[in-house]
């Protein structure tokens, strides 16, 4: 065979290849993103249970908590604890949270990103908050852990009260 022969047929493979890569690597995305919204999917139906242990293990050894109107929360052992109390307390008054439409997210190697709404009803079913949320996660041992989760209220912060007046 010639070298013209062989440098013909590696550039054809070369060519195939890079023409059929992106179907591939969207196909690899989209088991990703996926697997990402499982993992948000198993937060919420945790964090439904009160179940601190799933909570957690669903978090990076190093991750930070971000939640609103509270300082940040560093480590899965930090994070348990809070997690526990929050789930427990919102069980105690009736409050459930729910994932609502579709999530966004985004892969780019180990690391992934995921976005979302939810809504918080009272024991009647009655919506009492909007919010959304953001959350970063990387990819270890073939296990999507968050290590960067925040979320916020759609609802206007409170008014400060007025300040004492002088008599």
Known sequence: ???????????????????????????D????????????????KAYKASDAETLASLYDE???????????????????????KDAAGSAKAGISLVLVGKSAGG??????????????KDKAGKVIDTGKYLSVSMKKGGKWLYVRDAWNSDSPAAPEPAPAQKK
Do not use: H
């Open 1 to 27: 065979m010639s070298i013209a022969t062989t440098l013909g047929r590696l550039c054809g493979a070369l060519m195939a290849s890079a023409l059929l890569s992106p179907c591939a690597l969207a196909a």
């Open 62 to 84: 190093n991750a930070v908590l971000l939640p609103p109107g509270a300082a940040g929360v560093s480590g899965r052992a930090a994070i348990r604890a809070y997690l526990a």
């Open 29 to 44: 995305s989209s088991d990703e993103l996926a697997a990402l919204a499982a993992v948000d999917q198993k937060w919420e």
């Open 107 to 120: 892969v780019s190697g180990d690391m992934g990103w995921q976005s979302g709404s939810f809504v918080v």
